[in-house]
């Protein structure tokens, strides 16, 4: 699958639901180096931190395994996601880890914590799921609420190269031993909306039993988002294509963002 948490394998979106998609996720998701990107996350948080956060949201959690890997590294996790589905295999995935999370099942625009977070993420483009402009607003809004003074807020989407030239029209096709899913896009530039229209089979014995779901995507310009931060209250630290934090290329599939809540 793609390395997309919750793309073509677990869409945590703002219509709930994915129960097919997270069944098969972790399992056409195996290629993704997890370790190197929570690499990735604390050091973001060195750099733009004033101390180490202690509290940390993952906001559009999925199946839980950059939480899950956050809190193996001592940090005090909630995870939110609105599919029961994807917090289920989560909450399991923990309890073998052996580590504590808190788990909510929540709208990414509409969230409640019980208090201040020092520091937020929201991993393989989640906000790209958010398809109306008003709902990303609204989701920086809480998160601005809910970060501590000073809290580092981390993000990622989808490059508008990606949507453009990786997803477009194209069908891809991603495969194990007891999983097969058939992955159609339909990219609309004008619009910028896509649509992906998944199709798995999975093995029971001798059988192959099917199921469809459709997910959707709106890419964003980066002008765009950051304008948005700036408007609920974000300074923002960093925006880059890579790991090593260079400005993003041309032919970069992912973007990160860095932000700082200023109150």
Avoid at 78 to 99: C, F, H, N, P, Q
Wanted: aromatic share 12%.
């Amino acid at each position: 699958m793609s390395d997309d948490k919750k793309s073509a394998a677990g869409g945590t979106s703002s219509s709930g639901g994915y129960g097919i998609a997270a069944a098969f996720y972790d399992t056409l998701n195996s290629h993704v180096d997890y370790a190197a990107w929570v690499d990735f996350i604390e050091a973001v948080f060195r750099r733009f931190s004033k101390k180490k956060p202690e509290l940390v949201l993952d906001l559009a959690c999925g199946t839980g395994t950059i939480a899950i890997e956050l809190a193996r590294r001592g940090y005090d996790m909630t995870g939110i996601d609105i599919s029961v589905d994807m917090l289920s295999y989560a909450r399991e995935k923990a309890d073998a880890a052996g580590v504590d999370i808190l788990w909510l099942c929540q709208d990414m625009r509409s969230f409640e914590l019980y208090g201040t977070v020092d520091a937020a993420v929201s991993c393989c483009d989640s906000l790209n799921y958010l398809t109306d402009r008003r709902d990303v607003e609204k989701c920086f809004a809480l998160l601005h609420n809910y970060l501590s003074p000073d809290g580092i807020l981390l993000f990622d989407v989808t490059s508008p190269y990606k949507f453009k030239n990786i997803y477009g029209q194209n069908d891809i096709i991603l495969e194990d031993d007891s999983v097969f899913c058939g992955w159609r896009n339909d990219y609309n530039e004008k619009t910028g909306l896509a649509r992906f229209y998944l199709t798995f089979f999975e093995r029971r014995g001798n059988v192959w039993v099917r199921y469809d779901e459709e997910q959707r995507q709106r890419c964003y310009k980066i002008e765009l988002l950051t304008d948005m931060l700036k408007n609920a209250g974000f300074d923002v630290l960093l925006v880059t294509g890579s790991y090593d934090m260079t400005p993003p290329k041309e032919n970069d599939e992912r973007i990160y963002i860095a932000a700082r809540a200023i109150k």
